[in-house]
């Protein structure tokens, strides 16, 4: 356990690498500020949200293996946290025998990124419930694979990101074609997707789940989930309110299968673990995150410390004794309808005249369409007043060209 911070640009400080700087990472970024942590932002593209936080930036391709461990050399941070799956494996497997420290482990990472693996691991190695489901290497694989699951089913690629690649095939031509789709749209060199039981989704949960130094040992503690929904043809989440409707035995198992999960994978900080509960009472695994997750945002408005807060806290070995939720609340994405440059946020102030409210502006330099720009933060005396706010809020808020008064 750490008992002594630094001074953030002297021979004392913390430092931490950030691995991906969008909004996510902003949020982390600024939890290390608070704690003095000297903060490196890294990502793909110039102006991401975190390095709007951060101390210093660098512009890499995260795929590099070389331009991974240049800047890590070059920097010599204390902690690394990767925040996104589009980074070079191998860079982070070989820095972690180097001495450095990967947030959770190298091991987690790679096992999380890669749906095969992860299948594998939480169905067969941590024996935790989940969908029916195969792997193939070519069209009449997945082919085959469908029928051994069962039509309709879900065809992804072994690796990608952002729900790219995701089709719902319900017979052996749109399975073949499904598979292409899927090699079409995975990050690297892949060959192989995962093929799943198509389930009847009731809702779905976000078991996040935290590991933190206490002194005396590892501790593993799961958090009351975050429960949101994903509109018919959206690939990522739309709205999600804190705490759970959820009933308590369902709230039980999800926890349940959650810190099996993260216990498992070992190391420190925060995991999001995706929970599927089905409309005929099944309570599945999905997938993890070893990081802060996009459905907890609303965590910035619901709960003593956020999971930005826990995660920066012990990532850095500093205790995180269970935080409080203080009130129910939800979120709402704000979503761009057009590609722009430099873009802006209209309606602002009237959306800030709802009482309870906040707005998150990430930032991000310019947008495309179904882009996430911005967040809609509400809290009430139960999560369907908050709803109902973050609803009306969004009426008002939209992503528009910027015109100089």
Not at 4 to 18: D, E, M, Q, R
Not at 62 to 79: A, F, I, N, S, T
Not at 254 to 271: C, M, N, P, T, Y
Not at 361 to 380: D, E, H, Q, T
Request: with cysteine; glycine share 8%; aromatic share 6%.
């Amino acid at each position: 356990m750490r008992d002594v911070l630094g001074t953030p640009w002297s021979s004392t400080a913390n430092k931490a690498l950030i691995l991906g700087s969008g909004e996510l990472g902003k949020e982390v970024a600024i939890e290390l500020q608070r704690l003095g942590v000297e903060v490196v932002a890294v990502d793909r593209y110039d102006r991401a949200p975190a390095m709007h936080v951060a101390h210093r930036r660098y512009v890499i391709d995260m795929l590099d293996y070389d331009q991974v461990v240049d800047v890590v050399r070059r920097e010599h941070p204390d902690v690394i946290i990767p925040e996104v799956e589009a980074i070079n494996l191998q860079a982070l497997q070989d820095l972690e025998r180097e001495g450095y420290f990967v947030v959770p482990n190298a091991k987690a990472v790679g096992i999380t990124m890669n749906r095969i693996e992860l299948r594998k691991f939480a169905a067969e190695t941590v024996g935790v419930p989940t969908t029916k489901y195969a792997f193939a290497h070519n069209e009449e694989e997945a082919a085959e694979a469908c029928e051994k699951v069962g039509f309709p089913c879900l065809i992804k690629p072994e690796m990608s990101s952002s729900g790219h690649g995701h089709t719902l095939a319900t017979n052996k031509e749109e399975a073949m074609n499904g598979f292409k789709e899927a090699i079409a749209h995975a990050r690297g060199k892949s060959q192989r997707v995962i093929v799943e039981e198509y389930v009847d989704v009731a809702t779905e949960l976000t078991a996040l789940t935290y590991r933190h130094d206490t002194g005396s040992g590892i501790e593993t503690v799961p958090l009351t989930p975050v429960e949101h929904q994903r509109p018919k043809g959206i690939y990522f989440y739309y709205e999600s309110w804190h705490p759970t409707k959820q009933p308590e035995d369902v709230v039980k198992k999800s926890q349940e299968i959650a810190k099996r999960v993260v216990d498992a994978l070992g190391g420190l900080g925060i995991f999001g673990v995706e929970i599927l509960i089905t409309s005929d009472g099944r309570v599945l695994f999905s997938e993890v995150s070893p990081r802060p997750h996009d459905t907890g945002l609303v965590t910035l408005v619901t709960m003593e410390q956020s999971e930005f807060a826990i995660h920066a806290r012990a990532v850095m070995g500093l205790p995180v004794p269970k935080p409080r939720l203080l009130s129910p609340g939800a979120a709402r994405v704000i979503l761009a309808e057009e590609p722009l440059e430099a873009p802006c946020l209209e309606g602002v102030g009237k959306a800030l005249m709802i009482p309870g409210l906040q707005i998150r502006w990430f930032g991000k330099p310019r947008s495309y369409v179904n882009r996430r720009m911005g967040m809609l933060l509400a809290i009430g005396e139960d999560v369907d007043e908050a709803l109902r706010k973050v609803r009306e809020a969004a009426k008002y808020v939209k992503v528009k060209r910027c015109v100089k008064g």
